[in-house]
């Protein structure tokens, strides 16, 4: 989470990684304004890895730098190595779907269409996964240029 996302560990929290067995580690990427507790599963402490997942929304820069560094130690929800062709466009954001070492499902998307567009998918000449038909925004699309 440190090397590859961003994160630090919050050190105002240090206490409840190492005070007791199963303690969360407390990372932040926002110098501590808000928290994401990291678990280890122990006898002591049983987690069930999180399947539903959880969305990071980040800004280009930010998401431009995570797909350039694949393939990398993250791998898809189905267990495939990561790629930038696994960017998946979504006519309003960009989304990148994958999975912890320890099978924690995320994404990490981007709002900043027009440029990850431009700055990365164009630029790096990615040609990006479409889950939905472009008929599906195609009426949003045409009212944001009005």
């Known amino acids: ?11 105002e929290f240090e206490f409840w990684a190492t005070g007791f067995e199963g303690g969360p ?12 507790a990291v678990f280890e599963a122990s006898a002591g402490h049983p987690i069930i890895a999180q399947k539903t997942g959880i969305a990071f929304s980040v800004d280009a820069e930010n ?8 393939p990398g130690e993250f791998l898809a929800p189905d ?9 998946v466009d979504l006519d309003l954001c960009w989304s990148i779907y994958f999975c ?3 099978g924690n ?3 990490i998307n981007s709002y900043d269409y ?22 599906c925004y195609s009426e949003f699309r045409r009212a944001q240029e009005q």
């Open 25 to 36: 580690q407390q990372i932040s990427a926002d110098g501590g304004n808000t928290t994401l």
């Open 79 to 87: 267990g495939h190595q990561l790629h930038p062709a696994d960017i």
């Open 114 to 135: 027009e440029e990850v567009r431009t700055d990365l998918i164009l630029a790096d000449g990615i040609t990006p996964t479409r889950l939905w038909p472009t008929e």
């Open 105 to 107: 499902q995320f994404e």
């Open 100 to 102: 912890d070492p320890w």
């Open 63 to 70: 998401f431009a730098l995570f797909a350039r560094r694949l």
């Open 1 to 11: 989470y440190c090397s590859r996302l961003g994160f630090e560990r919050v050190a």
